[in-house]
């Protein structure tokens, strides 16, 4: 039994930021009920699939959670949120505050049917400023976050977004903390509250702990920014044959690799390696001379030597190659499981390891619909009840997946 067995949440939040967030909820154990609109979540139709909609994004940010399909836009797909939401223990969403009011769905119209209940909202802006009502995206936030500011600032031609849905995917472990200190708070008091977790507020924070700089002051002792972290030759280091990644950080890392690589008396020699101050302070120089000590050498020759010396090093990785990494493997990481519509995949294990409740995937990714009658059951309608809901579009439920031999 996970950590989080016995609750109970509603998830109504789609894309990645959210799903993200309750999918950890899931693999801890709590009961996630997902609703989706009759259009489904827009990231079911990302990538490459067998089926439709059950794409790969897909796969990877809504596993342990069940599907059922509400039209929340009519009376009666309300009520049967609302009628979800009565023994819930939190209710989570990732749509604009205005949009949830519209659809009947506030916080208020929410707890005055269960007053226990975590309403947590994932959405762009805090509602205090004058950006409350704006649509916000994984870029946008990234760029009023400053990230493609930070790629110029440290070589880049022009600006560029982190290839990847960052923002989402911090935010949302952001929420989870949130989530599960307002559950914690509540089994003390015994109220529910209103958690509300903000994209850009959330991301700035993030970024400028490391940035701000001079500016935490006042007046400001410089402009900002890391210069470690901006240092232009601050990347993989090319090798002979390829690239490595190494970081060659503390006073005793220094003094081991020079003594490895036949220059021990460098840091008495150059005052720019003599402390870790001075190479902060002339951070440029020092990863200028790596850049092109590692261009001696072959890569497996680096991360030999460097294992050697206990100085952290790791492998530079394609998609492919990561999936053949040997400590991923003896941990268990990636993980060939068949699913029941989709054939044999590759999920990847949640990090987090408990010793006393383990954490485990329970379901895979399912099916749009796939539990809206069994959910249906639960509430107590009968089937007389489900057949008309499903009739008028109220509800939808998945058809029965395909057998594997239709599957190909």
């Known amino acids: 039994m996970g950590p989080l067995s016995g609750l109970k949440v509603i998830d109504l939040t789609a894309v990645l930021m959210g799903p993200y967030a309750t999918q950890f909820l899931g693999d801890f154990g709590a009961d996630v009920i997902k609703v989706e609109p009759p259009s489904g979540d827009l990231v079911r139709s990302i990538g490459p699939g067998r089926s439709p909609s059950m794409g790969p994004i897909f796969l990877n940010a809504n596993r342990s959670k069940r599907s059922i399909v509400v039209n929340l836009k009519t009376a009666e797909g309300r009520l049967l949120l609302l009628d979800l939401c009565r023994e819930a223990d939190a209710l989570v969403y990732n749509i604009r505050p205005a949009a949830m009011a519209r659809l009947g769905l506030s916080y208020e119209e929410v707890s005055a049917i269960n007053p226990r209940i975590i309403y947590a909202g994932l959405y762009g802006y805090g509602q205090d400023g004058r950006y409350a009502r704006r649509p916000a995206y994984d870029d946008l936030i990234q760029g009023g976050a400053t990230l493609p500011y930070l790629f110029m600032l440290s070589g880049s031609s022009e600006p560029r977004y982190v290839p990847s849905a960052i923002a989402d995917r911090i935010v949302g472990l952001t929420a989870l903390s949130g989530i599960l200190a307002a559950l914690l708070e509540r089994d003390r008091s015994g109220r529910g509250q209103r958690v509300d977790v903000p994209m850009f507020e959330t991301m700035v924070g993030f970024i400028l702990g490391d940035h701000l700089g001079g500016l935490t002051f006042d007046p400001p002792l410089d402009a900002g920014g890391y210069a470690r972290q901006l240092a232009r030759d601050r990347r993989p280091f090319r090798t002979a044959d390829g690239h490595v990644c190494a970081l060659v950080y503390t006073d005793d890392h220094w003094r081991r690799f020079l003594e490895a690589i036949g220059q021990p008396d460098l840091m008495q020699t150059d ?20 850049t092109e000590l590692f261009a001696t050498r072959s890569s497996a020759e680096w991360i030999a030597l460097l294992d050697e010396t206990d100085i952290p090093v790791m492998a530079m990785h394609s998609f492919e190659t990561v999936l053949e990494d040997p400590h991923l493997a003896e941990v268990g990481f990636f993980q060939r499981v068949e699913h029941p519509s989709e054939g044999e995949i590759v999920t990847m294990a949640n990090p987090v390891r408990m010793s006393a409740t383990p954490v485990e995937t329970r379901r ?7 539990h809206t009658v069994e ?10 009840r489900i057949s008309t809901l499903l009739e008028r579009g109220i509800v939808a439920a998945a058809a029965q997946p395909a057998s594997q031999d239709e599957r190909g």
Not at 364 to 370: C, D, F, V, Y
Not at 375 to 384: Q, T
Request: no cysteine; proline share 5%.
């Open 364 to 370: 895979l990714a399912p099916r749009m619909g796939e």
């Open 375 to 384: 959910v249906l059951r639960e509430l107590g309608a009968d089937e007389d």
């Open 271 to 290: 005052p720019r390696f003599a402390s870790f101050g001075a190479r902060m302070e002339h951070v440029a120089h020092v990863y200028g001379w790596l």
